[in-house]
């Protein structure tokens, strides 16, 4: 469910994906809509309704433009960066490795370049 106040407009993906595509994104089908807006007059709600098909068209824009695709794909993947947008997966901690046993005196392997000398 999509919580929208009074003044948002929307742009919804719904993928119908086979495996029969061969396309970069399979069958999209790309819905627009906005809530009410009793705050603004016909004018403002056309053009933000207008901005909201512009970006719906990029789907097919890019497909028929592929130099555009290409940058705009790049463009978007900087911005992503830009932002810290994608989590980036942690590395898992290395556990140290036992690599002696003598009495109560247990030698660890931290993996580091150090050798116990840091």
Not at 14 to 26: L, M
Not at 97 to 103: F, H, L, N, S
Request: glycine share 6%.
């Amino acid at each position: 469910m999509i919580d929208m106040d009074d003044n948002e407009f929307g742009v919804l993906l719904r993928p119908i994906i086979s495996e029969d595509d061969e396309d970069k994104y399979g069958n999209v089908e790309v819905a627009v809509f906005s809530n009410l807006m009793p705050a603004v007059d016909d004018e403002v709600h056309a053009r933000y309704m207008f901005l909201a098909y512009k970006m719906a068209s990029m789907l097919q824009f890019c497909e028929d433009n592929p130099d555009v695709d290409d940058r705009l794909e790049a463009y978007t993947e900087a911005l992503i960066d830009k932002l810290g947008l994608m989590e980036e997966e942690e590395e898992p901690e290395a556990k140290p490795k036992v690599t002696g046993r003598e009495g109560n005196v247990i030698t660890l392997d931290f993996n580091t370049k150090c050798e116990g000398e840091g």
